[in-house]
């Protein structure tokens, strides 16, 4: 189903928690809403599902205004942390539930379960009771209660928050799967950017009540819209002058423009790694963190402190060792603007020549 949101607004009391927010999402794909606590993304999935009544804005369905529709009649499947399944019923009763409400032959009932089950991985589980069954296991029955009724857009808060980290990222690539075979038209809310970026063919960062930036993972990713974002998503550090970074063309930054930094566009290494020494500047390894696959090294350059990743498969560094820095690309921002800056020693090839 294709989904449209057009100006929608949510007053709580006094408390603005939804502003002005707009969005569409095409038919068959799965949109991360991601933002800290308290953004709104729980408030925005509820006006969806008719739970709460937007102060303004409209809601469209194939492109029909749903706002006054109530919540049985929008086609919507939920999947909730805490939308616990019945104690009393078995996994089978568990999922034939809304086909049940809706007074669904028994033989289709049966089939539609059966379908089911096999699609979420539960064969041989039918006859068991939610406490008999393991945390994954039971969010596997929500996917499946949630999807039977064929709902035509299904609304997932939070669905893995109360479970353990291993299993929440099998359950991650599980759901990535179980979506694209369904072909379900769903909305993803959490907190986690690593669970977003996994999982979403589109991200949409919230917060204050305000969509700060929607795309692609990785475009939201490479491209940050806003300072927020910039911070929000990937790791970073800040560089409160930005005018004294090295070989970037800051005409354009004024006094407090400050900028952004990823470790992947930070370079850090002995001079012999460098083809043209004068672009870099002198820095000392302050910290080293073994990441596994390669080390997180934390470098001082004069009073800045910078990070960035160095494979296993080069020299090793030492804390204290000197070293020779090179960035390469920093998001900039002042209070109106934000925007992207290269280091022209490593945009422009010409000026290595100099
Ligand atoms: N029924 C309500 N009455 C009053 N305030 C509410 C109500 N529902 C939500 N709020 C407030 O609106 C704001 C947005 O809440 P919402 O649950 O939408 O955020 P969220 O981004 O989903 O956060 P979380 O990740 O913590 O669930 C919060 O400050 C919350 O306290």
Do not use: C
Request: hydrophobic share 40%; proline share 4%.
């Amino acid at each position: 189903m294709h989904v449209e949101v057009r100006g929608l607004d949510k007053h709580f009391g006094s408390f603005h928690a939804v502003k002005d927010v707009s969005f569409g999402i095409q038919k068959g794909h799965l949109i991360g809403l991601l933002g800290p606590s308290g953004g709104g993304k729980t408030s925005i999935l509820r006006m969806l599902a008719g739970l709460e009544t937007p102060d303004s804005g409209e809601i469209l369905f194939h492109g029909k205004r749903v706002n006054d529709l109530p919540t049985q009649e929008r086609g919507i499947g939920f999947v909730f942390q805490n939308y616990a399944l019945f104690k009393h019923m078995t996994v089978f009763e568990n999922i034939a539930y809304g086909l049940k409400v809706k007074k669904a032959p028994k033989a289709q009932i049966r089939d539609r379960v059966t379908e089911l089950v096999e699609l979420t991985g539960l064969k041989g589980f039918e006859q068991r009771y939610p406490q008999q069954l393991s945390g994954g296991q039971r969010q596997r029955v929500a996917f499946a209660r949630a999807l039977a009724p064929e709902p035509q857009l299904l609304l997932l808060d939070e669905p893995f928050a109360a479970i353990d980290a291993k299993i929440r990222q099998e359950l991650r690539s599980w759901l990535r799967e179980l979506i694209e075979r369904v072909g379900i038209t769903s909305i993803f809310v959490t907190h986690d950017q690593d669970e977003a970026i996994e999982v979403a063919d589109e991200i949409m960062v919230i917060s204050q009540g305000r969509v700060e930036q929607k795309g692609t993972p990785w475009h939201i990713y490479k491209e940050p819209a806003t300072p927020f974002v910039a911070s929000f998503i990937g790791e970073s550090t800040q560089v409160e002058h930005a005018a004294k970074l090295h070989g970037f063309d800051l005409a354009a930054a004024k006094a407090g423009t400050r900028a952004l930094i990823r470790p992947e566009y930070v370079e850090a290494g002995r001079p012999n790694e460098f083809t043209l020494l004068s672009a870099t500047e002198e820095g000392v390894v302050r910290h080293l963190h073994f990441r596994g696959s390669q080390w997180l090294v934390e470098v001082q350059v004069g009073e800045q402190s910078l990070i960035t990743y160095r494979s296993l498969e080069k020299d090793s560094l030492q804390v204290g060792d000197p070293v020779r820095v090179l960035v390469h690309r920093a998001y900039l921002y002042n209070d109106e603007r934000s925007w992207i800056a290269e280091n022209r020693f490593k945009a422009d090839p010409m000026s290595m020549m100099i």
